[in-house]
């Protein structure tokens, strides 16, 4: 049915960015066109609601994949070096203790292969997770197991772009604890449901938004460890627990105990907190780090530097991007702070006190769902790529923060794309964490929505936002792709891009 809308919707998009006197110009370059605006276009039914979303048609499929959340030792930079600044770096400066997604063979027997084709999971190593792919109409089925052994903190998956109901969202709530998907143990599993709508067309992130953590080696507050008592679900009371790094692990579902604290009796009992028990709760609750009124203003974020307080007001902004600097380097090439600043900052806006929202997904714990239809181009070559970055507020164990693409940082560290001339390429890229950056791949253009007639080398992408670029491979050349934030792109936001004749 949507077969038949498909080229006048194309057409009157072409119109919309060119003119119609060009279009039997260009012709030969729709097909590779972004496929959401032609989609958007040719959606609603003549003299229909122009609100309506186009309705869900189930084929009768079901995508099931077979995921674990797993923690393990990952050096972001291998080759220890920065290739465009000259910068060595040893393996203890850029390694800490990741979370990423693996696919797995039903009931998580063997980790799948990995598949770098234009319709593979990708490489499977855990950052990004596996690229999780259906087609409209499909349903999705994860079967998502919770194996961080390390950190051992409760964990989920939330969907963007798909369809879900809202126990399948994955996302956590202080007054809404209750939902399985949200907060799953470790050592537990769920299984989300998703729906693949004709409006789920696109790429889209997927991530972990369970409850929000202590980073360990922080300096949580006695009232934090308090919190670290309930609403801990699943990662309370682990048998085997050990290490340093446990410590901090201090899991702040203590937050919802606001609403509920009949239910945590031994709120009573965490002698740090005597006496601030009985004090009034906040109206409104939810502000663990005052809520026992033991949080000191000097443990706001990253509390061992000290630089929170004096930080003016963009520094949150700057939050990760600053501390990209390693120590003693680049502060004053670019002028921005010096190396101590770790970019807590950032940690006051990402939670309250020493927590941090979302920090599975800073740790490594997302990936791309890509949702194709009979409409989307197929191509020879396909680059999935994630913009992230990490401060030493959530990996205190880095010499500097990182911004990384999948997981690494640095040319020839971050992934090495290859293409030859003629090739149709596509970049899938979605972005998670503190920053907005601008992607720009040296020597190429690309059909956008932005830019003279659309044609543009840089595209602006925050947080859980994404970038299809489309293109016929042209140039060939030792190229190299980055993030256009200059100090994004000197703390490891670079890669390489070949393409041969
Ligand atoms: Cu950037």
């Known amino acids: 049915m949507r077969e038949e809308n498909r080229e006048p919707g194309r057409r009157s998009l072409i119109r919309g960015l060119v003119g119609g006197g060009t279009v039997a110009a260009l012709t030969g370059s729709t097909a590779l066109l972004p496929p959401p605006v032609a989609r958007a276009d040719s959606s609603p039914a003549p003299g229909g609601d122009p609100f309506a979303l186009p309705r869900f048609e189930p084929n009768g499929r079901v995508r099931e994949f077979w995921v674990q959340a797993e923690s393990f030792q990952h050096n972001a930079v291998p080759n220890g070096t920065d290739a465009m600044m000259g910068r060595p770096f040893t393996p203890e400066q850029t390694t800490f203790w990741a979370l990423g997604y693996r696919a797995y063979t039903p009931d998580w027997g063997s980790p799948l292969d990995p598949d770098l084709g234009p319709n593979g999971i990708g490489a499977n190593s855990g950052i990004p997770g596996p690229v999780l792919r259906a087609e409209a109409g499909d349903v999705i089925r994860v079967h998502f197991r919770n194996n961080d052994e390390h950190y051992r903190w409760p964990h989920s998956m939330h969907p963007h772009g798909v369809v879900y109901d809202r126990d399948n969202d994955g996302g956590w709530l202080a007054d809404d604890e209750k939902r399985a998907g949200s907060a799953v143990p470790y050592g537990e599993s769920f299984t989300y449901t998703w729906y693949c709508h004709p409006s ?12 929000p953590q202590t980073p360990p080696g922080a300096d949580p507050s006695p009232g934090a460890s308090a919190d670290t008592r309930h609403g801990a679900r699943g990662s309370r009371s682990q048998p085997g627990r050990s290490g340093p790094e446990q410590d901090g692990g201090a899991v702040h579902g203590g937050a919802a105990g606001n609403g509920d604290t009949a239910g945590h009796t031994d709120a009573a009992g965490n002698g740090v907190v005597a006496g601030n028990q009985d004090r009034p709760r906040h109206p409104g609750g939810g502000h663990d780090g005052d809520h026992d009124g033991t949080q000191h203003p000097g443990h706001e974020g990253g509390q061992d530097d000290g630089q929170d307080g004096s930080q003016p007001a963009g520094g949150s902004q700057d939050g990760g991007t600053d501390d990209a600097q390693p120590p003693g380097h680049g502060g004053q090439d670019d002028g921005h702070g010096t190396g101590q600043d770790d970019g807590t900052a950032g940690g006051q806006d990402a939670g309250h006190g020493s927590m941090v929202m979302e920090i599975g997904a800073e740790l490594g714990l997302f990936g791309i769902l890509v949702v ?5 181009p197929a191509v020879d070559r396909e680059f999935v790529i994630f913009l992230h970055d990490l401060n030493r507020r959530s990996a205190r ?18 992934p ?86």
Request: charge should be negative; proline fraction near 3%.
């Open 397 to 414: 164990s880095l010499g500097q923060g990182l911004n990384m693409f999948n997981g690494r940082a640095f040319v020839d560290n971050t």
């Open 200 to 211: 789920s067309v696109g790429t889209w992130p997927y991530h972990d938004h369970s409850l």
């Open 372 to 376: 194709t239809d009979q409409q989307t």
């Open 416 to 501: 090495t794309c290859t293409a030859k001339v003629g090739d149709r390429v596509r970049w899938r890229i979605a972005c998670l964490g503190e920053e907005f950056h601008v992607f720009h791949i040296h020597g190429h253009r690309w059909r956008s929505r932005q830019g003279y007639q659309g044609w543009v080398d840089s595209q602006i992408i925050g947080p859980s936002t994404t970038l299809t670029i489309e293109y016929t491979e042209d140039n060939p050349g030792d190229w190299i792709y980055h993030c256009h934030v200059t100090h994004h792109m000197t703390g490891g936001m670079v890669g390489r891009y070949l393409v041969t004749p």
